[in-house]
């Protein structure tokens, strides 16, 4: 951006190195030795008016919002595979108003404020986010500092394309794959030929059928493709004849009185230490982002102007008339139509990786973003699956020109490993009350994996070990008990996790039946309950794992290993 003297790189689309440990494009910038900035945590938020919000009522909001997520979080696990069918927002919002402790209007509107942060992370509305897995990438967060890179990140895009024969003005419409090779047919009829094509175009693109592909993809792709969610973030980026604003933040809030326009400039990045000049970048999310689309340029800026004139001409701060001022359009973009992906309701962690299989024996592959179940939505989940897809593309061409054939391996089958954990929890290694536990590795290593199952809504069951025993009844009803009332109890769900062998152990100790273990299990040892699409790749390996050494188990002494039963179903009266 230039303007008056001055000139500003500014970051119109992916923005932030999220975490700098094991992050890939941290270590490209540090290999080509460029800086990176540390985004600092200090957020003062602003009032619709432009006056300050009290930073102990903001903290006391934030506070309130995380422990409804937190909360959400063990009802989820309660719930097990029904939470598919609802949206995080319809459980944050049930939560909020049975609390009854966000009330007054500016409460409600900083509420309000971090939904669309929220919304802003995800690209999507909370109405549309996955309740079950809209947070199903969180354990495989990049730890450390969140960055800019000074001068913007198209300097990595510069460095990672040099020497590389790329041809522009080529719109892709049809990709034709099979035994032969692939076909890329572009606009005016030219067609690229090469033994096997890799296509990244946005998730937007797919599911707008802007490529034909003969043969038609399979339908299971067809399928995520329509599933997962492409949802939208907007920017406004303004560059200034000079920085008005504090230099010692980098980041600072707004809020508004109407819900659906919470995601309207609520969020105000300052690149004035990082892009070479006075920029100041506003943030459209959540539903504001779709009427942003068609909002003209001069009244965005304008509702940008007045919002930062609310806050800073009562300090006796004059606000300068932008010297250029840039509107994005992703939703409208037709390379792009939309942002980044998220898990939308109905939809899970297996649709991004079914969006990464390739097609056509090993001819067309698949990368970007949306094709990463660990690390969407990230610049560097992006760069990942490039890395991943080279390396599966010169699989496929060794083998090819070797003559052999390449072996998937079992464990990236989601679907034959669920059968496959049907059939293990047929004869389950430990069980107690309503959770059984299968065990893989040695039994002599205490930190050998474990996958843990619990059954709700069928008949309870006592411990051995309990005797007959009253169970202990508390003052705060447990997920069973309030589960009772929301579901029909004939009903039979199954939720899992990945344990250690030793916490499974240790669980099967803890006295005061399935609620003590379930508030065991999910506050002391911070477990999260997924139904059997949240377990992820790790735990399919996993459940492979355990049915091999129990193959081998079965030719090398004939019956089945011994299981360790500490309990027997009992039946008990309906309530």
Request: glycine share 10%.
């Amino acid at each position: 951006m230039e303007g008056g003297g001055h000139s500003a790189a500014a970051d119109l689309g992916g923005s932030v190195l999220t975490g700098t440990f094991g992050n890939p494009l941290g270590v490209v910038a540090k290999q080509l030795g460029l800086p990176m900035h540390k985004i600092r945590d200090k957020c003062p938020l602003y009032r619709p008016d432009g006056s300050p919000v009290d930073p102990e009522v903001d903290k006391e909001v934030e506070g309130t919002y995380n422990k409804f997520l937190d909360n959400a979080s063990h009802l989820r696990a309660a719930m097990g595979d029904v939470a598919m069918d609802i949206s995080l927002g319809a459980a944050l919002e049930t939560l909020r108003q049975s609390d009854g402790g966000i009330s007054s209007e500016e409460e409600i509107n900083l509420f309000n404020w971090h939904i669309a942060n929220l919304e802003y992370a995800n690209a999507g509305l909370s109405s549309r986010l996955s309740f079950a897995f809209w947070d199903q990438d969180d354990p495989y967060d990049m730890g450390g500092d969140h960055c800019f890179l000074p001068g913007g990140n198209g300097r990595l895009v510069q460095a990672l394309a040099e020497n590389v024969p790329i041809v522009y003005e080529r719109t892709v419409h049809t990709i034709r794959y099979g035994g032969d090779g692939v076909q890329v047919v572009v606009n005016g009829g030219q067609v690229y030929e090469g033994d096997m094509a890799l296509c990244t175009v946005p998730l937007g693109v797919l599911k707008n059928g802007g490529i034909k592909f003969v043969p038609e993809l399979p339908q299971r792709k067809l399928d995520s493709i329509k599933k997962l969610g492409f949802g939208l973030l907007n920017k406004v980026a303004m560059l200034f004849p000079h920085v008005f604003w504090s230099t010692d933040l980098d980041t600072f809030g707004h809020l508004t009185e109407n819900p659906s326009r919470r995601g309207e400039f609520f969020l105000f990045y300052s690149y004035a230490t990082v892009a070479g000049g006075p920029l100041l970048m506003a943030l459209v999310a959540g539903e504001a982002a779709h009427n942003f689309e068609t909002t003209p340029p001069t009244d965005a800026v304008s509702s940008v102007l007045q919002i930062l004139r609310g806050i800073y001409e009562p300090q006796g701060v004059e606000v300068p008339d932008p010297l250029q001022s840039v509107c994005t359009r992703w939703g409208t973009d037709s390379f792009s139509l939309g942002s980044y992906s998220h898990v939308a309701v109905g939809a899970s962690g297996d649709d991004y990786d079914i969006l990464a299989e390739s097609v056509g024996d090993g001819r067309l592959f698949f990368a970007g973003e949306a094709t990463t179940r660990r690390y969407p939505a990230t610049m560097h989940g992006a760069f990942i699956t490039g890395v991943r897809e080279a390396a599966n593309i010169n699989i496929h061409a060794t083998a090819r020109a070797t003559k052999t054939k390449v072996v998937k391996s079992p464990s990236t089958n989601a679907q034959a490993c669920a059968t496959l954990l049907v059939d293990l929890f047929r004869q389950p290694d430990l069980e107690f009350g309503s959770f059984s536990v299968i065990f893989g590795g040695k039994a002599s290593d205490p930190k050998s994996p474990a996958i843990l199952k619990v059954e709700l809504g069928g008949p309870q069951k006592k411990s051995a070990t309990e005797g007959g025993k009253k169970e202990q009844h508390h003052s705060n009803k447990s997920l069973f008990q309030q589960l009772q009332s929301h579901f029909n109890q004939q009903q039979q769900l199954y939720v899992y996790t990945l344990l250690l062998r030793q916490q499974a152990m240790e669980l099967r100790e803890v006295r005061g039946g399935d609620e003590m273990r379930l508030h065991y299990l999910c506050e002391t040892l911070g477990v999260k309950l997924v139904g059997r699409k949240g377990l992820g790749p790790g735990a399919d390996a996993v459940i492979a794992s355990i049915k091999a050494d129990r193959n081998n188990s079965r030719t090398k002494s004939g019956p089945s290993k011994l299981r360790v039963r500490v309990s027997k179903p009992q039946p008990s009266a309906k309530s």
